[in-house]
């Protein structure tokens, strides 16, 4: 090491010095420094692709407004990086109902539904034209539905085409990509050169190992489709639902095809409704299929699940010995990883005891979790009982889970802050920039 405070800020700046022609005279060593601008910047620009770009939300209503899909977009990224583990439990239940929806199909015998055909269908790209009425989206479930009865054809779109409809950009991928990778060999090298790490790199990280998880569980699913496919059904619905018997007999609240799949459990139709906020659209048939659709996981799913949003709250307690501007700054950086770490636990303990009770004390949850059947199967819709809607959330489950998202979302938005105010004091070693050349072997 260098000592002295001019030779270090030589090394640090890499400071030149020019004679008075203008030329540079000497020996001069390669500057091995970065500046407050390129630590931000780098994971400004890494939170944005992995937070806007990987998002694959569902189809818009047919008369939204580009203006408005955008804002949809925007809060679902605001989500994505103040609670990521929140798309990344949206993103594991649509890929859990593209697999059943899958199964399925199959089991009717048709092999050709994949699970693109599965998303497109969940994400609201299919739209019933009946008889009579207006149209309506409908999901897998409900085609399930109406092909097992051969009330519309089995949908003949190919996997290809749509992926056609799909507004993936290879490019932006790659760039995303790119920067993903960069960012990950940074903080690698980082720790392995015993180099200071930022707390803002170190939130970053975060959010990316929750970015990657989430885009795994989208891999299959179109990215923003605009307009559905159509299906026309030759037959009214009065008649479907006259058909279909006791089962059918309650007025809809969501579509027509309620009696098959309700859209429920949902943030927008379940838990908002509870705490007398006002849901919208407000227009019945609903024109969209919304994306805050709760997920019914299995057991193996669930522990997936369980572990990668563990992981995530995890990694903040990496920063417990990080450099901090003041000491008070470190123990509210530790408190809150602490939060973080300890409120994802009580929040699966307390969601594991209510779907315990939700579902009949345990029978029917040990038979949904460990026989992994379909919940889309033909059996499932032959009985003859009205439809009871399931009671979520639960008064116990939502005020013991609340104060715990409380405590939780202060815990998270001191870190996004902290992770930003730190930049005005860092160790020296932040601005050094990685040897690559002393990690790898050479001669």
């Known amino acids: 090491m260098v000592s002295g405070t001019n030779d270090t ?33 780098t994971c400004v620009t890494t939170t944005f692709l992995c937070t806007y770009s990987i998002l694959c939300l569902n189809c818009p209503a047919s008369n939204e407004s580009w203006w408005r899909t955008q804002a949809r977009k925007l809060m679902w990224m605001g989500i994505a990086i103040s609670g990521p583990e929140f798309a990344l439990t949206a993103a594991a239940g649509q890929l859990a109902a593209a697999r059943d929806s899958v199964k399925s199909f199959r089991a009717l015998g048709h092999s050709k539904w994949t699970y693109r055909h599965a998303f497109f269908a969940n994400m609201g790209g299919f739209e019933l034209i009946p008889q009579d009425g207006a149209p309506f989206r409908i999901n897998s479930k409900h085609i399930h539905w109406l092909v097992s009865r051969k009330y519309i054809d089995f949908p003949g779109v190919s996997d290809e085409e749509l992926w056609d409809k799909s507004k993936q950009d290879t490019l932006a991928k790659l760039i995303t ?6 960012l990950i060999l940074q903080c690698i090298g980082r720790v392995v050169q015993g180099i200071a790490l930022t707390t803002l790199e170190l939130s970053t990280m975060a959010i990316v190992v929750c970015a990657i998880m989430t885009s795994v569980c989208w891999i299959a699913k179109p990215l923003d489709v605009r307009y559905p496919i159509r299906i026309r059904m030759d037959v009214t619905v009065a008649q479907v639902l006259q058909e279909a018997g006791p089962i059918a007999a309650r007025p809809y609240r969501q579509t027509p095809l309620d009696f098959v799949d309700d859209l429920t459990p949902s943030w927008a139709l379940n838990v908002q409704p509870f705490m007398k906020m006002p849901v919208g659209p407000f227009k019945r048939p609903i024109p969209r299929i919304g994306d805050s659709r709760l997920p019914w996981l299995t057991w193996t799913e669930n522990s997936c699940l369980c572990f990668g949003t563990m992981v995530y709250a995890s990694i903040h307690m990496t920063g417990w010995n990080f450099h901090f501007p003041t000491r008070v700054e470190q123990i509210l950086w530790r408190v809150s990883s602490l939060i ?10 307390l969601e594991s005891l209510a779907m315990g009770w939700r579902y009949g004390g345990g029978q029917e949850l040990f038979t949904r979790l460990f026989t ?15 439809f ?3 009671e979520l959330p639960l008064a116990w489950e939502f005020w013991s889970i609340f104060p715990i998202a409380f405590i939780y979302a202060a815990a998270r938005v001191y870190i996004l802050v902290e992770a930003l105010l730190g930049l005005r004091s860092l160790p020296l070693s932040a601005y050094l920039t990685v040897d690559w050349a002393s990690l790898f072997p050479h001669i």
């Open 9 to 41: 800020q030589t090394i640090i700046t890499g400071s030149l010095t020019s004679s008075a022609d203008g030329r540079i005279n000497g020996w001069n060593p390669q500057p091995n420094s970065r500046g407050t601008m390129d630590i931000a910047w």
């Open 177 to 182: 990509c790119f920067q993903v990778g960069y």
């Open 340 to 349: 973080l770490l300890g409120a994802t636990v009580a929040f699966w303990i």
């Open 372 to 386: 992994q059947r379909s919940k889309s199967s033909p059996q499932e819709y032959s009985h003859e009982t009205p």
């Open 388 to 390: 009871e809607p399931r």
